[in-house]
């Protein structure tokens, strides 16, 4: 099984890398960890000034989160393939897209578990990629009280 993590280093990605590491896996899945950086049309959709927004700095952030999820990754599966990914574009639409096209079976996400108007206002990522994605999504929830 092919299965995509995306992670945006919060510690929501965090409590999803720790849930993904405590599972058995078969032997022959495979993992990419993908994350997103902010291209400079999502920045403009998100209303950040490009006077402020410094792109390549996005896509170093980026590598410095796959790098520690990886090496976490690769220490709980040493003989697994691990791949990582640095994406561009929106969030939730980049991470569906790489899925199809890398013939993912299923994605795992994480989420904040907002609720109310803080979700209807800021929207949810893993609510996107769970109504858009071409494949089976594994959301890990933050419990509540944790």
Same mark, same amino acid.
């Given at each position: 099984?092919?299965?995509?993590?995306?992670?945006?280093?919060?510690?929501?990605?965090? @409590?999803?890398?720790?849930?993904?590491?405590?599972?058995?896996?078969?032997?022959?899945?495979?993992?990419?960890?993908?994350?997103?950086?902010?291209?400079?049309?999502?920045?403009?959709?998100?209303? @950040?000034?490009?006077?402020?927004?410094?792109?390549?700095?996005?896509?170093? =952030?980026?590598?410095?989160?796959?790098?520690?999820?990886?090496?976490?990754?690769?220490?709980?599966?040493?003989?697994?393939?691990?791949?990582?990914?640095?994406?561009? &574009?929106?969030?939730?639409?980049?991470?569906?897209?790489?899925?199809?096209?890398?013939?993912?079976? @299923?994605?795992?996400?994480?989420?904040?578990?907002?609720?109310?108007?803080?979700?209807?206002?800021? &929207?949810?990522?893993?609510?996107?990629?769970?109504?858009?994605?071409?494949?089976?999504?594994?959301?890990?929830? =933050?419990?509540?009280?944790?």
């Amino acid at each position: 099984m092919k299965i995509v993590i995306a992670t945006d280093g919060s510690e929501y990605s965090k @409590m999803m890398i720790d849930h993904i590491v405590s599972r058995p896996w078969a032997d022959d899945d495979q993992f990419v960890i993908v994350t997103v950086a902010q291209d400079q049309a999502g920045a403009v959709l998100a209303g @950040m000034d490009l006077g402020t927004v410094d792109l390549p700095e996005e896509r170093v =952030h980026a590598k410095n989160i796959l790098d520690k999820d990886f090496k976490r990754m690769k220490e709980a599966f040493p003989d697994h393939s691990i791949e990582a990914k640095v994406l561009s &574009g929106f969030a939730a639409e980049t991470i569906c897209k790489f899925a199809a096209e890398s013939g993912a079976d @299923m994605i795992v996400v994480g989420s904040k578990g907002r609720s109310g108007l803080a979700r209807l206002v800021l &929207g949810s990522v893993a609510e996107a990629v769970l109504k858009n994605a071409p494949c089976s999504v594994k959301v890990v929830k =933050h419990k509540s009280g944790s």
